[in-house]
């Protein structure tokens, strides 16, 4: 009967050791993984913390960019009218010439065959 005992107790000793085992190895696992984790805050925060100014300075670039567009707006149309008339200008120019040399030119001898 002694023996029995004795042999369920070094089972369950060893039973006992396994689980203490697997548990320390989880600690590990989960430690490794908190580790990670910490680690991957870091870089984070190393790369985002900047990120606020950056935006910032982005939203008032892009604000200025807008006013000045605006400002620049109506000199544009401008340019754009001043290019429609040059190049109605032109055609009418070019339309003049081909009229001008289409059209049949006396010559000086016409003149004495009347």
């Not at 023996?3 to 107790?9: L, P």
Request: glycine share 4%; aromatic share 8%; charged share 15%.
């Amino acid at each position: 009967m002694l023996v029995m005992v004795v042999v369920i107790n070094l089972l369950l000793a060893l039973f006992c050791f396994y689980l203490a085992w697997k548990v320390w190895q989880f600690r590990r696992a989960i430690a490794n993984a908190a580790d990670a984790l910490v680690i991957a805050e870091k870089n984070t925060h190393k790369v985002l913390h900047g990120a606020p100014s950056a935006i910032l300075k982005g939203q008032i670039g892009t604000s200025q960019l807008r006013q000045r567009y605006q400002q620049l707006e109506p000199q544009y149309q401008k340019v754009r009218q001043a290019l429609a008339l040059l190049s109605i200008g032109q055609t009418v120019w070019n339309q003049r010439i081909r009229f001008l040399s289409a059209s049949p030119q006396r010559s000086p001898q016409s003149k004495s065959r009347r």
